[in-house]
């Protein structure tokens, strides 16, 4: 594997998709074992990768593609889901909802980002490979990491 600052963009944000993933795995687990408490623990570490790469993702891919014709709605449908995805958090995150509200919403959460980690993986990055310059998706790369490392420092709690 290379080293992380050597990381393409696509690289780097495979790696924080595989990060996404398990916290989706363990949040279902725990959903599974009447441990709600121990999902919303997970979930807030979740969250807060979510928005990291978020943030990151649009500024350092999203950006980038949109300047070519051709990338304009591959990066206007990510950005919908990404909004999509907001909404779901803010619910969540809406103190005055019930716990069977939560953990729907937190489920509906989980399916929505494999369908965008799944459909970025196997649709937009193919398109945006051969959209952007193998020089630009490794400081892209290195940006995106750059980027979500200070978003997450700047939001831990």
Known sequence: MPHA???????????????????????????????????????????????????????????????YDEGLDLSRHAIAEHHEMDEMIEKMNDGRISDATWVETCKELIHEVRHHL????QKFFKDAKKILATEQQQRLGALYLVEHQQFEKNNAE
Do not use: G, N, W
Not at 36 to 61: G, T, V, W
Not at 118 to 121: A, D, G, Q, T
């Open 118 to 121: 799944e459909e970025e993986e």
């Open 5 to 67: 600052t050597e990381l393409d963009i696509f690289q780097a944000l495979i790696q924080h998709h595989d990060i996404q993933r398990d916290y989706c795995k363990k949040i279902e687990d725990h959903l599974k074992a009447d441990d709600l408490k121990k999902a919303k623990s997970i979930y807030l570490d979740f969250e807060l990768e979510l928005q990291a790469h978020a943030a990151a993702e649009e500024r350092h891919l999203y950006l980038p593609v949109m300047q």
